[in-house]
């Protein structure tokens, strides 16, 4: 079977674009590489891409000049992880406590690897997490 190379987008879905870029551009320090009212990217570094999406906007096909992307939404409180070096974890949980994000939980695997979970201004829950949560991060053993 062909293999994958990794995750290379995801999508988030917003009811206010400028509200979401100024949370992810703002407060997390994501690199926005473009910035519409449809549709907003942003560098996740390693050639991931965090793509915010309108609610509601994406759902009809786009006809681009390469060909036509197929229509996507989604509704209610989504879920990503965001990878981050142990040594960044404290730096970040204070980070979002000195911009008022609230840390909704903390869990530490039994790898040893931690997950710090909060919220986005749409409700969806986000989570930076150390190597090691799952058997395919480098050098460290399976969170199970």
């Not at 390693?46 to 509704?75: E, W």
């Not at 406590?97 to 530490?108: K, N, W």
Request: net charge negative; with cysteine; hydrophobic share 45%.
């Amino acid at each position: 079977m062909p293999e994958t190379r990794g995750l290379l987008e995801a999508a988030l879905y917003v009811e206010d674009m400028d509200r979401a870029v100024a949370f992810f551009a703002g407060v997390l320090g994501f690199r926005c590489m473009d910035a519409g009212s449809r549709l907003s990217a942003f560098d996740l570094g390693r050639s991931g891409v965090l793509l915010l999406c309108t609610r509601g906007a994406s759902r009809t096909d786009l006809i681009s000049d390469g060909g036509v992307i197929p229509g996507h939404d989604g509704f209610g409180p989504q879920h990503i992880a965001f990878a981050i070096e142990a040594d960044g974890y404290a730096s970040w949980r204070a980070h979002l406590q000195s911009r008022g994000v609230m840390i909704r939980s903390e869990v530490v695997w039994p790898s040893g690897a931690r997950s710090l979970y909060f919220e986005d201004p749409d409700g969806h829950i986000l989570e930076f997490a150390t190597v090691g949560v799952w058997p395919n991060s480098p050098g460290l053993s399976a969170r199970w």
